[in-house]
């Protein structure tokens, strides 16, 4: 019976033994497949980095001074007024598409720095959000705007989700503290995040809660227990860009913002922004091809987008000047209608409809 015991015993001990060898090399096994499938992504991302195209010709023939700005002379002085004095302003822009409003916000920060009184210093940050791609988060796991905080629960594994501990992430109205925030198409905000914008702007703080957060809770980092007694700095000028019309924006957000309005731009400027972005990419064309496309383009974005598809043709067939034909090629192609058509059409709708 003893002998029977024994024999009973030492099975189980071996089969135990083995589960346990078994789970241990499988362990080990994932381990090493884990750490080698993070080398393998690791070296793709590397030689992601190596490969680059070039720069598109509507980024080289972007304005790199406010000089560089054409047709906007009422607008950028109003811009420069409200941004670059010792009293910055948040700021409104409104107007058409494509005339220059993101162009001159980009400028603006390092404009305001030449002047001696500014308050932004050297290296204050321009920081760019984009509203068409910020959306309501109920729950406020992400909130790249304002900012938000990841909780344990969200935060799964990790030193900070094991601990319990809540983790405070900046958003873009913090990453612009001492410098700018550049809300582009401000009008297409959710009204709620802008409710929360308008709160960082009179707080010039952003202030957090987690029901995580304890503040007798020892095992939270100090600098954690600061941002949520504190709040996160979030003291910057905000400029907000909008091809809306100012009836449309929330009067809230309008009435704490200098409002600055760029116009439709005139065929002299078109011309005039033709031939800067001719020479910033690098074209030469041929008498009269300039004063063609002026016809043809509604405004700067048009004229830089039918330079860079002139430019391209032109090259690829081994060329280096652009004639008359080539441009009324890409005219035709992209089917541009002429400037003089449109306000033609456009009187024949209004009288239709009268
Ligand atoms: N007034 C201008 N002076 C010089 N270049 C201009 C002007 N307007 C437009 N451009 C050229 O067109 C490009 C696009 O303009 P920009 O992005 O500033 O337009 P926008 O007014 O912000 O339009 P949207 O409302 O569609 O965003 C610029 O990078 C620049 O190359
Ligand atoms: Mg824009």
Redesign the pocket.
């Known amino acids: 019976m003893a002998e029977f015991t024994a024999a009973v015993q030492l099975i189980f001990t071996i089969i135990i033994g083995m589960y346990f060898f078994m789970r241990l090399r499988n362990e080990s096994g994932n381990e090493k497949a884990a750490v080698q499938d993070g080398k393998r992504e690791a070296e793709r991302i590397n030689r992601m980095r190596h490969i680059s195209l070039t720069e598109p010709l509507?980024?080289a023939?972007?304005?790199t001074e406010m000089s560089?700005?054409?047709?906007?002379d009422n607008g950028v002085r109003a811009l420069k007024a409200a941004l670059c004095g010792k009293n910055p302003q948040h700021v409104l822009?409104y107007?058409?598409?494509?005339?220059?409003?993101?162009?001159?916000?980009?400028l603006a920060l390092e404009e305001a720095k030449k002047s001696p009184s500014t308050p932004f210093a050297k290296n204050a940050k321009f920081i760019e959000a984009d509203a068409t791609i910020m959306r309501f988060d109920e729950r406020s796991i992400a909130d790249p705007l304002i900012g938000s905080v990841h909780d344990p629960i969200y935060q799964g594994a990790g030193a900070f989700g094991d601990a319990g501990i809540p983790q405070p992430k900046e958003g873009a109205v913090s990453k612009a503290h001492g410098g700018v925030l550049f809300i582009?198409?401000i009008g297409e905000l959710p009204p709620v995040q802008l409710n929360r914008l308008l709160k960082v702007l009179e707080d010039r703080k952003v202030y957090f809660e987690s029901a995580y957060y304890s503040e007798n809770n020892k095992k939270i980092p100090t600098y954690i227990h600061d941002i949520f007694q504190n709040g996160l700095p979030a003291d910057f000028r905000m400029i907000g860009?909008?091809?809306k019309s100012p009836n449309d924006i929330p009067e809230a957000i309008r009435s704490r913002c200098v409002e600055v309005f760029?116009n439709e731009?005139n065929r002299s400027?078109i011309i005039?922004?033709l031939e800067?972005?001719r020479v910033m990419i690098g074209l030469a064309l041929a008498d009269g091809v300039i004063e063609y496309i002026a016809d043809y383009a509604r405004?700067?974005?048009?004229?830089?987008?039918i330079l860079q598809t002139l430019s391209n043709t032109v090259s690829l067939d081994g060329r280096y000047i652009a004639e008359l034909k080539d441009a009324e090629w890409v005219i035709k192609t992209g089917h541009y209608t002429k400037n003089d058509a449109k306000i033609i059409d456009i009187s024949f709708v209004k009288t239709k409809n009268n």
């Open positions: 509507t980024e023939a972007r304005p560089g700005i054409i047709g906007q822009i107007g058409p598409p494509g005339v220059g409003k993101t162009a001159a916000a980009r582009d198409e860009a909008t091809t760029f731009l400027d005039k922004i800067n972005a405004n700067g974005r048009d004229s830089v987008k």
